[in-house]
Each structure stands twice: as structure tokens, then as C-alpha cells.
């Protein structure tokens, strides 16, 4: 089960928290001391038109900017600290098998052309931003995915269908329940879907649900989680019990996340061990909660009833 649901994502040792946001800016970078001169022609790194509209990037030690014009009017500017870079459109990369996404491509299934622009933020918890812009029948920024620590997050076309999802990850447990490393995690497929708030991201579930697993499968994961429930080994629960119970929900399985917690008995949630409370609790922090709880089943009391909080 493990194998099959995730990979890592670590960038310098570190993994990512994700989260979204849509059709508004998020706070997650510094502002350019200087924005003029962040966005001075002699700083142009880059530069695209698609269609009507010129985008272009800067880059100096006063700032990174990004600029887009129409017919020489600025219709969008934003600049930020120079520790941060910005890409126009997304760029293939062969070893990541992240395809490169031509501008101007409908990435959202609306029917209109779009615009992907993505943020580096740098620093040790490198971050990642990727900006949406549907660029007819009027510009506006569409959509802002916040990657936070991740830089493998894209848009990926789908085979079967011919639709764009995003490729990201639900990291909510970063550093629970005790190290970043031992966080259990997810690999999650995102879809634009259309809807009265004027739409947004969310979860494509019947693209992440996988067949229930094989008697081999459970048992290979059962056996891992209780040597490490025997030792009580906190730093080791999280990739283990943990990751497994996080995968079969995420697979559409959660009644099976709720018999693997139980086939481990009460040991598995004894101090210094966290228990189901605990792990309902942060779940439910997720930004892709409302997505997600729908899709359980018979929820125990303890997870129904637990309080929502953020990881410490």
C-alpha cells in the first residue's frame, strides 16, 4: 500500500505542507524592498506573450517581479524578495517525469486559454507557489496553489480523459508525531471544478482510488506497524501505522483504516504512541477536508469527535 501511494518528496531533508488558495494571494513570500527596481526593464529575465498579453519576468538583488501587459497597459504586477525567482509557464523535467505544459493551454477544462506562473521562494524550506490566469474572455488570476516546501508540484494532461490535474501533496502531519522525516503524507490529484463560489481546485478522488488491498499487502503493512508498536517507537508510527491508515483513506477505503487501527490493538495508541483522536485532529485541519469527509465511512467516535488542531 505504501509503495503504491506516495513518493518523497524531500527537499533538502525536508518534506512539504501544502496548501491552497484560491483566486486570491497568499502571504507565504516577502515583499521586494524596492519595487520599482525590482521591476526595472534592465532586470528582465524572461519574457512570453500569449495571445494579447506579455508576460514578463524580472530578477536582481533588489527583488523578483512579474509583470503582465496589454497593449503596453500593466494588468498585473506583484514583486517580491530576491531570494525568489519567477517561471513562466511550466518547463518539462525528465527526471521528475513532469511534462512541459505549452502556454496558453486550458489547464482548468473551462474552455479558455490559461497562463501557469510559479514562485521559488528559496531559503531551506524552499517553497513553491503556482499562479493560474484564464486569459480570456478577460484576464484574471484564476487561481493561487501555495506548494509551501514542495517543488515537484505541476500540472500533469490526463491520459484517459484529455483534463489537466495538479499533482500535489497533503502534507497537514509535517512533523507529527514527532520529526518532519517520520510525517506521514499523501500524494493528491487536484481538478478545477466549477461551482457558485466561482470554483476552485479540489480532489479528483475517483482518480486516487485504488483497489482495496491484497491479504499480502495488509499483512506486509500490519506486520511493520506492530514490531513498531512493540517498541514503542514514536519517531517510527507515523511512516508506518500512520502512513497506512492516511493511504486507505485517501484510496476510498476508510472503513479498511479503521480495521487496521483496530487489528493493532490498544497498545498502538498508548503514550508515547499518538492516538486516533489525535490523528482525526489534524486530519481535519487539511485544506482538503471538506473534499475528504464525505468519502468516510462509519467514523469511530473518537475520530468523529475529535476537536480540529494544527500540528505542533
Not at 490559461?114 to 484564464?134: K, Q
Not at 515537484?152 to 497537514?172: E, P, S, V
Not at 509535517?174 to 490529484?189: D, N
Request: aromatic share 10%; net charge negative; charged share 20%.
Amino acid at each position: 500500500m505504501q509503495e503504491s501511494r506516495n513518493r518523497a518528496w524531500i527537499l533538502g531533508g525536508l518534506a512539504a505542507v501544502v496548501w491552497l488558495v484560491a483566486a486570491r494571494a497568499s502571504g507565504a513570500q516577502g515583499p521586494a524592498e524596492n519595487p520599482a527596481e525590482a521591476c526595472a526593464a534592465k532586470n528582465q529575465a524572461d519574457a512570453v506573450t500569449v495571445g494579447q498579453y506579455l508576460f514578463k519576468a524580472y530578477k536582481s538583488d533588489d527583488g523578483a517581479c512579474l509583470e503582465v501587459t496589454t497593449r503596453g497597459k500593466v494588468v498585473y504586477s506583484q514583486s517580491v524578495d530576491s531570494f525568489e525567482t519567477f517561471t513562466l509557464g511550466q518547463p518539462g523535467d525528465a527526471q521528475e517525469n513532469i511534462p512541459a505544459i505549452a502556454n496558453g493551454t486550458d489547464v482548468t477544462g473551462r474552455g479558455q486559454p490559461d497562463m501557469i506562473v510559479s514562485l521559488f521562494t528559496g531559503g531551506a524550506h524552499c517553497c513553491m507557489m503556482h499562479w493560474v490566469f484564464e486569459l480570456q474572455p478577460e484576464f484574471k488570476l484564476l487561481a493561487t496553489l501555495n506548494d509551501a516546501d514542495d517543488d515537484l508540484a505541476h500540472f500533469d494532461r490526463d491520459r484517459k480523459d484529455g483534463r489537466h490535474n495538479y499533482i500535489t501533496a497533503d502534507w497537514t502531519f509535517g512533523y507529527w508525531p514527532t520529526c518532519f522525516a517520520c510525517s506521514p503524507s499523501e500524494v493528491v490529484t487536484l481538478r478545477w471544478t466549477d461551482d457558485a463560489k466561482g470554483g476552485g481546485f479540489h480532489l479528483a478522488l475517483g482518480k486516487m482510488q485504488t483497489p482495496a488491498p491484497t491479504p499480502a499487502a495488509w499483512n506486509k503493512e500490519l506486520s511493520a506497524a506492530q514490531k513498531v508498536v512493540a517498541a514503542g517507537d514514536a519517531d517510527s508510527i507515523g511512516r508506518t501505522m500512520w502512513q497506512t491508515v492516511l493511504d486507505l483513506i485517501y484510496a476510498g477505503h476508510s472503513d479498511l483504516a479503521w480495521k487496521f487501527v483496530d487489528e493493532l490493538g490498544p497498545k498502538a495508541q498508548q503514550n508515547p504512541l499518538p492516538a486516533l483522536e489525535d490523528f482525526c485532529a489534524l486530519l481535519k485541519q487539511s485544506p482538503y477536508w471538506a473534499d475528504l469527509q464525505p468519502t468516510l465511512k462509519d467514523m469511530p467516535a473518537a475520530c468523529a469527535n475529535a476537536p480540529a488542531k494544527k500540528a505542533e
